[in-house]
């Protein structure tokens, strides 16, 4: 299992209704890589968009494609603080 850290770089795609999303990470390095999330991944919309920083566990499919088991999704503090605020 190999682990990848970086930023959202394209929009959140819905591939399909199982739901399948798709989406481009730049890594911390400048290296992007194509990632597919099936596991939770309705939670995933929930939480991140483009910009968002992410942490996520997975492997190689056979098309390169980086298919997602386990992801951590930071928050950032302005957005945090504007929820706070908001009520």
């Known amino acids: 299992m190999e682990k990848l850290t970086g930023h959202i770089t394209s929009k ?5 209704l199982t739901p399948l999303i798709r989406f481009e990470l730049t890594r911390d390095s400048g290296q992007k890589v194509n990632c597919l999330l099936h596991q939770h991944a309705l939670n995933f919309l929930a939480l991140a968009d483009r910009g968002t920083k992410i942490s ?32």
Do not use: E, M, S
Not at 12 to 16: G, R, T
Not at 56 to 83: D, E, M, S, W
């Open 12 to 16: 959140l795609k819905v591939l399909n």
């Open 56 to 87: 996520c566990q997975g492997h190689l499919n056979a098309r390169q494609q980086f298919v997602i088991t386990k992801f951590l999704v930071y928050a950032p503090v302005q957005t945090a603080k504007q929820v706070w605020d908001h009520n």
